[in-house]
C-alpha cells in the first residue's frame, strides 16, 4: 500500500517537472528553436489543426525557422497563423517556404521573460508540494484505518519527502538552465 502511494506520487511528481519543461520550451529566448511553434494552430479547412501536421517545420540557422507547407492555398494560412499567434513573430512568405526570423530581445524583454519563468516554476513547486500533502494525506489515512503501523508510516513520509526534495531541484534546475539561456545574448 504504501509502495503504491510512492509510486503514484512519483509518477505524478514527473508529470509535473514534464509539464514545467514544456511551458519553459515555448518561452521565447534569442535563438530560434522548431519547438516553439508547436502550439501554433492553423485554420486547415474549417478545423484548428497543429502547424507541424500541415507544414514542414525547419531551421534554417540559428536565428530563422523555416516553415513550408505541404499544399500551395495553406502558405498564407500558416503566415497568419504564425503572426497571430503570442510569440510576437513576424514571419515573411517567400514562395513556398515562410521564414520566420527571431527579433533580439531586449534586456527589459529579458527581464520580463525571467518573471514569467520564475513563476511557471513556482507553480511547479506548488504542484510537487500539493502532491507531496496528497501522499502524506493518504499513508495518515491508512495509519488511521490501522492498516500500517506507526513506523512504516513516518518510514513512508519520510520517502515522500525525499521524493519531494529530488523533484525541488530538478524545477530549480530547468528553471536555472531557462534563465541561463535567457540571459545569453
Known amino acids: 500500500m504504501i509502495a503504491d502511494i510512492k509510486k503514484n506520487a512519483e509518477t505524478k511528481m ?3 517537472i514534464e509539464s514545467l519543461k514544456i511551458s519553459l520550451s515555448k518561452v521565447r529566448t534569442g535563438r530560434a528553436h522548431v519547438g516553439l511553434l508547436d502550439h501554433v494552430m492553423v485554420d486547415y479547412w474549417g478545423s484548428p489543426t497543429p502547424i507541424n501536421q500541415v507544414a514542414n517545420v525547419t531551421l534554417l540557422d540559428a536565428r530563422t525557422i523555416g ?3 505541404w ?3 495553406m502558405v498564407a494560412k500558416v503566415e497568419k497563423a504564425i503572426r497571430d499567434s503570442d510569440l510576437g513573430l513576424n514571419p515573411m ?4 517556404v515562410i521564414r520566420v526570423p527571431m527579433p533580439m530581445l531586449t534586456e527589459e524583454r529579458r527581464k520580463e ?4 519563468v520564475k513563476g511557471e516554476s513556482e507553480d511547479a513547486r506548488v504542484a510537487i508540494r500539493n502532491l507531496r500533502r496528497d501522499a502524506n494525506d493518504q499513508l495518515k489515512k491508512l495509519l488511521k484505518d490501522k492498516d500500517v503501523s ?3 508510516e513516518r518510514r513512508g513520509q519520510d520517502d515522500i519527502q525525499k521524493l519531494t526534495d529530488r523533484y525541488i531541484v530538478e524545477v530549480d534546475k530547468a528553471f536555472a538552465e531557462k534563465e541561463k539561456e535567457l540571459m545569453t545574448v
Do not use: R, W
Not at 521573460?113 to 514569467?116: E, F
Open 93 to 96: 512568405s517567400m514562395g513556398d
Open 71 to 73: 499544399e500551395k492555398p
Open 67 to 69: 516553415v513550408q507547407a
Open 113 to 116: 521573460l525571467i518573471k514569467v
Open 150 to 152: 506507526e513506523d512504516d
Open 14 to 16: 514527473q508529470k509535473s
